[in-house]
């Protein structure tokens, strides 16, 4: 079967680091991105990652660890248009190029 | 511009009637794909096609069909028979082959049965 994890909403305050964890158990694996999104609007790309270890791209950065099916996004100096739902999602393989995403992460900026 | 393009971004239908959503890209992927998403939640997949004149079933096909009769187009019908269609709907296309790319989206046409 498939299934992602993620937690429904979490709060921080302004210029502070959040880390948004992802678990997942999928039939094969060609990637994990990650994706933001903002109320009625189309998700956003914001990173992915294909090997273990973390990708930096900017204020984000993102961790995966395939042994542990695991994967987590990292935004510091939060501001507050990072208040957002922010989506896993897990790309497959065989033949089957879909991406499966988790429920989102409500992420709400306090100032 | 290179983009997909949802149309329109609002819908209202009737109940028992069925209702044609649009998505054109021109970007020259190959795959699209379509995704149901209810308030607060995650995106559900519909339906993918990865080639011309091929598609697949995604985890909630029911009182949905599709046709992919161009590359460019891929569009989804909400039919009678999906009880609760009411929903945002989002469009997405990528390349297929080559790992680690990524999905791109268009503004999404948002449902609504009254």
């Known amino acids: 079967g498939q299934n992602i994890d993620q937690p429904t909403e979490m709060t921080a305050t302004e210029g502070a680091i959040v880390q948004i964890n992802c678990t997942y158990q999928?039939?094969?694996?060609?990637?994990l991105f990650w994706y933001q999104q903002h109320a009625g609007e189309a998700p956003t790309f914001l990173s992915y990652?294909?090997?273990?270890g973390l990708e930096e791209k900017g204020r984000f950065s993102s961790f995966l660890s395939r042994s542990k099916g695991y994967s987590y996004l990292l935004l510091k100096e939060l501001q507050m248009k990072d208040s957002a739902s922010y989506l896993c999602?897990?790309?497959?393989?065989?033949?089957?190029?879909?991406?499966?995403f988790g429920t989102g992460t409500r992420l709400k900026v306090l100032a | 511009d290179g983009g997909i393009t949802q149309s329109p971004k609002y819908l209202f239908r009737k109940e028992g009637q069925n209702v044609t959503l649009s998505c054109e890209q021109n970007?020259?992927?190959?795959?699209m794909y379509w995704y149901r998403q209810d308030p607060g939640q995650g995106l559900r997949l519909i339906y993918y096609?990865?080639?011309?004149?091929?598609?697949q079933k995604g985890d909630i096909a029911e009182g949905y069909s599709v046709s992919r009769e161009k590359k460019e187009s891929f569009p989804l019908t909400v039919t009678s028979a999906q009880k609760n269609p009411t929903a945002f709907y989002l469009c997405?296309?990528?390349?297929?082959?080559?790992?680690?790319?990524?999905?791109?989206f268009g503004q999404g046409t948002r449902l609504t049965v009254v």
């Open positions: 096609s990865q080639i011309v004149n091929d598609f």
């Open positions: 997405a296309s990528s390349i297929i082959g080559t790992p680690n790319t990524e999905a791109f």
């Open positions: 990652n294909v090997l273990d």
């Open positions: 999928t039939s094969g694996f060609n990637g």
């Open positions: 999602a897990v790309r497959g393989t065989s033949g089957t190029y879909k991406y499966i």
């Open positions: 970007l020259n992927h190959d795959a």
